[in-house]
């Protein structure tokens, strides 16, 4: 069963644009939400995270938007750069009272093109 | 570099053949991860140790997967009998104990073919 689902494996967005990648998950025993960039050949790196105590977290261009009613994630990138094309993974933890360690549930990942 | 390393970064083998990887994760690291990734999916979590102790094992780590990690250093992974279904990228990551999302760090993988 797929606990964390990224719908669209692929984004094609404009230089400047807003990129929206979502994730949905089903899993409400999940309250640690984190985004991973991966570049090919290359390993996946941390990009932004967010708690279930929050509904949004900036920084920078990056901001991850959380609607635990709706079990929805969503990363905002704006504006865009050419840059940023890569694949984007949510990736979902459980923090048990602060005894979390890194077993981290990832989504299929969306490709982000972003066209100059 | 101070990052997680890898070793070997491809091996291509033939089917029924030993294969073993080795992962040498950032020194204060008590904490090392494997997963797998397979094309169009994310990676997933296969083991955990925290210093040498094996803690968790997924169950997608059939009998012919073991991992070690003797010394609380550096970890292998060794598939025996490979099958084509092992093709794959086999991630290592590594974290203090002290864990949150954005203190585990991921290797470069190494990239198995099994043919």
């Known amino acids: 069963d797929q606990q964390v689902k990224q719908n669209s494996p692929s984004l094609s967005v404009q230089e400047g644009r807003i990129s929206i990648l979502n994730c949905d998950y089903t899993n409400s025993m999940f309250d640690y939400f984190l985004w991973y960039k991966k570049y090919p050949a290359e390993g996946p790196t941390f990009l932004i995270s967010?708690?279930?105590?929050?509904d949004k977290n900036e920084d920078g261009r990056f901001t991850v938007f959380l609607n635990k009613s709706a079990k929805h994630l969503s990363l905002h990138i704006v504006p865009s750069q050419p840059g940023d094309s890569a694949v984007y993974f949510c990736a979902l933890y459980i923090n048990a009272g602060g005894t979390s360690y890194g077993k981290l549930t990832f989504g299929q990942g969306t490709i982000l093109t972003v066209h100059p | 570099d101070t990052g997680v390393s890898q070793d070997p970064r491809h091996k291509i083998t033939k089917r029924g053949q030993n294969v073993t990887f080795r992962c040498d994760p950032i020194s204060e690291h008590n904490r090392l991860y494997w997963y797998r990734q397979t094309l169009g999916q994310g990676p997933e979590f296969l083991t955990y140790?925290?210093?040498?102790?094996?803690?968790?094992k997924s169950r997608l780590l059939s009998d012919r997967f073991s991992a070690e990690r003797p010394k609380g250093s550096f970890s292998t992974l060794e598939i025996q009998r490979t099958e084509q279904g092992d093709s794959a990228m086999y991630l290592c990551a590594s974290s203090p104990m002290g864990f949150s999302g954005n203190t585990i760090y991921f290797g470069e993988g190494s990239w198995l073919t099994v043919v």
């Open positions: 967010i708690s279930s105590i929050k």
């Open positions: 140790f925290q210093n040498e102790a094996q803690l968790e």
